[in-house]
T-cell receptor, first 120, second 114 residues
């Protein structure tokens, strides 16, 4: 079963507008973390933002915010005031305890990604 | 230089050959991960390691072998390469297993199996 689901293969947004990238997750581990990474066309993976399962408030980092709805198991990324340089692939990831190790070691699992294109 | 480095950056190999992708990090991070990235699949976890001599299978481990004799190195070996293993491979590391710590990624290795 897919642990991290990103339902939007591609998204378009106008420059200076806000955009929301969807992410839902599935885990039975009460202690988990959610991340968003950006991968520009150059290929490197850039960490954007983190949300812990016990965090009461939504995480924010500059123009990035994470809309964390724990009951719905969703962790959507909101980018405000989009810029042309935001055009990239965006990955949602979850860190929880792996089942193969008997539940003692954390692993990091990624969604399939959303390709964001910012139009001028 | 400090960081996480992968070698080689590009590799072309023939079907059936054994090939090893290297990953080296200078932070003494306990956790290391190997992913493959394919169009339509995103990043899929191959193997991960919580510490030296501790490794676990990820989502797509078949055809791959890992070892972690030293904390700083986490090589990935394709025992008998197949065309389906043509992919971009990313290595990552993080300081511990705590859920809040981000993983740092290498630059990736683009492997082509012909």
């Amino acid at each position: 079963a897919q642990k991290i689901t990103q339902t939007q293969p591609g998204m378009f947004v106008q420059e200076k507008e806000a955009v929301t990238l969807d992410c839902t997750y599935d885990t039975s581990d009460p202690s988990y973390g959610l991340f968003w990474y950006k991968q520009p066309s150059s290929g490197e993976m850039i960490f954007l933002i983190y949300q812990g399962s016990y965090d009461q408030q939504n995480a924010t980092e500059g123009r990035y915010s994470l809309n964390f709805q724990k009951a719905r198991k969703s962790a959507n990324l909101v980018i405000s005031a989009s810029q042309l340089g935001d055009s990239a692939m965006y990955f949602c990831a979850m860190r929880d305890r792996g089942e193969n190790s008997g539940g003692s070691n954390y692993k990091l699992t990624f969604g399939k990604g959303t390709l964001l294109t910012v139009n001028p | 230089d400090a960081g996480i480095t992968q070698s080689p950056r590009y590799k072309i190999t023939e079907t059936g050959r054994q090939v090893t992708l290297m990953c080296h990090q200078t932070w003494s991070h306990s956790y290391m991960f190997w992913y493959r990235q394919d169009l339509g699949h995103g990043l899929r976890l191959i193997y991960y390691s919580a510490a030296a001599d501790i490794t676990d299978k990820g989502e797509v481990p078949d055809g791959y072998v890992v070892s972690r004799s030293k904390t700083e190195n986490f090589p990935l070996t394709l025992e008998s390469a197949t065309r389906s293993q043509t992919s971009v491979y990313f290595c990552a590391s993080s300081a511990s297993g705590l859920p809040g710590l981000e993983a740092f990624f290498g630059q990736g290795t683009r492997l082509t199996v012909v």
